[in-house]
């Protein structure tokens, strides 16, 4: 089995994206969140490509995506969202299952609710749709959305360093000997690209957004599963690992 890593040219932004598996095959999108990559889904895509067409694009400003100029770009979920879907259409996937973690949660759900004739599944890592399942570490970012001063911007710029990073990897891990090093540094070392923590700041504001589309998300998830339990219209799943 042999992993492309390849670029897509998405309404003039670069992005990049790994593929694996045969296209005649069911085909599985796969959007990582915040902070990694693709690079997330490395030992996942081997274990899957002998029955699916995987694709595993990096987000715009993740990863080895481009990261266009803030002036000419807004950093939002919706954008975001734009971009991913567009970008399915340039590699060519017409039907496809997704799989979401974390911020891929919020693009992938948007895909959904804006073409659902498209999505087969939903696969669901750590991927949030409900209030309850914003934790206590959510507290700084919700202070940010209440009251976005440049005084709440910056206090969360705790979250991009590479100790945070690293924390997030290795939190609760019984033996951090099995988790390859290169991974949280790789996160940081592409997070502290110039200009890009600007970006994330951004993206920490605009994920208000998603909250407010929850019941939105919610009410999808509940038409998609009467529509499959009924037998009506084109097969369709929701399964959720885990909340937040």
């Known amino acids: 089995m042999t992993i492309a890593h390849r670029y ?35 030992d996942l895509i081997p274990l899957l490509a002998d029955r699916y067409a995987l694709v595993a694009p990096d987000l715009p400003g993740f990863g080895f995506s481009e990261a266009p100029d803030r002036a000419q770009f807004k950093f939002t979920f919706d954008n975001i969202a734009r971009i ?38 939903i696969i669901s ?21 209440q009251e ?4 709440n911007r910056a206090a ?17 891990v019984s033996d951090v000997t099995r988790v390859a090093p290169e991974s949280y540094i790789l996160d940081a ?21 998603n909250v407010a589309l929850y019941p939105r998300f919610q009410e999808y998830f509940r038409a998609a599963q009467t529509a499959a339990a009924r037998g009506l219209g084109q097969e369709r799943s929701v399964l959720s690992a885990r909340r937040r």
């Open 8 to 42: 897509a040219v998405v309404d003039g932004h670069r992005i990049f994206y790994r593929e694996a598996g045969d296209r005649a095959a069911p085909a599985l999108l796969l959007l990582h969140g915040f902070p990694t990559s693709s690079h997330m889904f490395r």
């Open 84 to 121: 991913a879907d567009r970008f399915t259409e340039a590699v060519g996937l017409a039907r496809y299952a997704i799989y979401v973690f974390d911020y891929g949660a919020p693009v992938g759900f948007r895909l959904a609710l804006a073409q659902p004739e498209r999505i087969t599944a």
């Open 125 to 145: 890592q750590n991927g949030n749709a409900y209030a309850e399942g914003l934790s206590a570490g959510w507290n700084p970012i919700q202070k940010y959305w």
């Open 148 to 151: 976005p001063t440049p005084e």
């Open 156 to 172: 969360l710029r705790p979250f991009l360093t590479l100790e945070t990073t690293r924390w997030q990897y290795l939190h609760g």
């Open 189 to 209: 070392a592409l997070l502290a690209r110039p200009g890009n923590d600007e970006i994330q700041l951004d993206l920490f504001l605009d994920y208000a957004g």
